[in-house]
């Protein structure tokens, strides 16, 4: 398996654009996780699925940020409208009793 | 609410030493353990799983263990090498739930 993927790896937006990313978990693995990361404030949870059921979210940070994973093999978190306070580094992990991690999306919001 | 501390935040060491990493947890209620490795710019790369009834778990010049009872983990790194150079993290899981993660650990190995 070629591991957890995200995508794009990096991103660089205008304030008040509309933002996707993306995620490809490892196949076999029941949960999903997004996760945000800047120097002030470590690594935070937004929003924890499984089996594709959102569990847990209440980390996601306000209206902008919704979170979907219509199957199994896919995940997008989306920020509309995006603003400069979201400039982070956003990993999407998967698990079945092991976390794996992707290599993070560097989001840049100007 | 778990929460995961780590100790020290940061540690310079010389090359070939030996070093301990500290990882604290309020709730004992755990399933599992996780040590993580993150280099700068770069994701997080899993060391070493321990199960709420394992008591050790060893990868190489790695070796992690656990006390749940006390809240407390420790890796600790064998013969310690430039390479081994970047952030380590903890991280614990209670049941079906999230990871909750410490602030980590900044190594610096020196030659």
């Known amino acids: 398996d070629a591991g957890v993927i995200q995508s794009p790896r990096h991103e660089v937006t205008e304030m008040g654009q509309e933002v996707t990313l993306r995620c490809k978990p490892i196949s076999g693995h029941n949960s999903l996780f997004w996760y945000r990361q800047t120097m002030m404030r470590g690594l935070e949870l937004l929003i924890y699925f499984n089996n594709n059921v959102p569990i847990d979210d209440s980390g996601m940070p306000e209206d902008r940020f919704s979170a979907k994973m219509p199957n199994a093999s896919f995940s997008t978190l989306k920020i509309q409208p995006s603003e400069p306070r979201d400039s982070a580094v956003y990993f999407c992990?998967?698990?079945?009793?092991?976390?794996?991690f992707g290599q993070g999306t560097r989001l840049t919001v100007v | 609410k778990q929460e995961v501390t780590q100790i020290p935040a940061a540690l310079s060491v010389p090359e070939g030493e030996n070093l301990v990493l500290n990882c604290s947890f309020t709730?004992?209620?755990?399933?599992?353990l996780q040590w993580f490795r993150q280099d700068p710019g770069k994701g997080l790369t899993s060391l070493l799983l321990?199960?709420?009834?394992?008591r050790e778990q060893t990868s190489g010049r790695l070796n992690a263990s656990l006390d749940k009872s006390s809240g407390r983990s420790t890796l600790y790194i064998a013969a310690s090498q430039p390479g081994d150079s970047a952030t380590y993290l903890c991280a614990v899981q209670a049941g079906y739930s999230t990871l909750t993660f410490g602030k980590g650990t900044m190594l610096l190995v020196s030659p």
């Open positions: 992990a998967s698990r079945h009793t092991e976390a794996f």
């Open positions: 321990i199960q709420s009834s394992q």
């Open positions: 709730d004992s209620a755990i399933y599992n």
